[in-house]
């Protein structure tokens, strides 16, 4: 079998008009996140109050949340709505890419969030100094392209493999899946996997913990009123770097399970989580606990009535 083949997503077999359901309900999900998520956005965008570091990098939170949605929604609706579950090669790859880095731009901009905050609590008088304008687009730019390489070879090492197989039991073009079918040895493939996960997981979440512990360890040495103003800030990012640090988890875990090990219906649910809720609920964290958003957010719903 060549690599100009089509998979076939076999879970979306003989699913009976219950698929329309699942498209209405998904259609729904889909639009309900592109709307948080562009709130978010415009809020940051259009509000000049809200052009410092912590709300840019949240507002590239939900940038990054439209464009991991825009790789697999788009994708499952179709596969629901119609008869035929095929994927070409290529656009297999791509989606892969795109929901792979999507995840992996997630954790470096949550690790920027925690280094903004570490400045700001650690050195507040020279906080302005250090996260300068050009600096912090520099961290952003990096941000993105990095994971998008280190993905982008991951994509290329999986396209050079000849297929023998077409069928993938995934509702997403899982790049594991995809190299389990091949026909040749990919040692390289398992190596470079793993190579991928020290450097866009493990890194930028050691980072994150050590900024947070650092964190914690500043707040216990000051002021009530210092602490209370700290944690007011951290936690909202806690939070959502523990919902996906734990949807990433189950991915990851997910990923070594021999097909049937587990019920297929858990399978699904767990391995979507990471792609589904974050960008379901980073936006609805920001916008209800912290203020600034939270009022340009409903000067913009009344508007729009």
Known sequence: MGNETYFYFMLFENLGRI????FSLGFIFYCVVIYFNVLIILAVFLERTLHQPMYILISCLSINS???????????LTDLLYDTH????EACLIQSFVIYSYAA?????????????????????????IITTRFLTLLIVIAW??????VGFGALLTARLKMCGNKLFKVYCHSYEIVKLSCVHHNINNIYGLIVTITTICIPLSFILYSYVKIL????????????????TCIPHIAILFNFSAAVFCELTLSRFV?????????????LEFIVIPPFVNPIVYGLNFPGIRKKIRHLIKVSK
């Open 105 to 129: 731009h997630e954790l470096t901009i949550l690790m920027l969030m925690a280094f903004d905050r570490l400045v700001a609590i650690s050195k507040p008088l020279h906080y302005s100094h």
């Open 217 to 232: 360890i500043i707040c216990q040495r000051s002021s009530q009123e210092f602490r209370s103003k700290a944690y007011q």
């Open 66 to 76: 439209v464009y991991g949605t825009a790789g697999f929604f788009p994708r499952l």
């Open 145 to 150: 392209l990095y994971p998008m390489i280190f």
């Open 259 to 271: 097909d049937g090990e587990i019920p297929i219906e858990l399978a699904v649910i767990l391995s």
């Open 19 to 22: 698929k329309y359901v699942f």
């Open 86 to 89: 095929r994927i070409s090669y």
